[in-house]
């Protein structure tokens, strides 16, 4: 995953963490780094529209191109806080997989290949979608199992 996606995966987890219930006071704390580094160093990053709906595809990929124009994938300490939001919130909160999973609507593409997909959840929800060439989903492992191993950080 490029480092821009971390990060944008870290705010959606880190948010909709904030929705629930069992939100650690470890898991509020290291989304309040990410969101500090941000606001310091990429003060033109708006992550409100992710926090209000962490799970749409669509607005974590406007955050991912606003966090591109912005040169945050080439700031290393905010994509190791990042890495270490996505580990805290394996730990301390997994159900939020289910939220942040892959979730697509209203999909309009040539092709589409998702890959390597586990969660807790239900892991791929598509509605509808038209894909004109080959659509190709492999690796799902979701519903009632182990959940899958925590995000490694990396320095």
């Known amino acids: 995953m490029e480092p821009v ?45 992710v926090e209000r709906d962490p799970g749409s595809v669509a607005r974590r990929a406007v955050l991912v191109e606003d966090l591109q124009q912005a040169g945050a994938g080439g700031d290393e300490e905010l994509v190791a806080a990042a ?21 697509l609507r209203e999909v309009r593409a040539g092709e589409l290949e998702i890959t390597d997909i586990a969660s807790t959840g239900s892991g791929v929800d598509i509605d509808n979608a038209t894909v004109t060439g080959s659509m190709k989903i492999a690796g799902v492992r979701a519903g009632a199992q182990e959940p899958p191993d925590p995000p490694v950080a990396r320095s």
Not at 13 to 41: E, M, P, Q, S
């Open 83 to 103: 890495r270490q939001l996505l580990v805290v919130v394996q730990q301390h909160a997994p159900q939020i997989e289910q939220i942040i999973g892959v979730r």
């Open 5 to 49: 996606s971390i990060v944008a995966a870290a705010i959606a987890a880190g948010a909709a963490a904030g929705l629930t219930d069992t939100t650690k006071k470890a898991v509020a704390d290291a989304y309040t780094a990410v969101k500090k580094l941000l606001a310091v160093r990429h003060d033109s990053v708006d992550v409100r529209s």
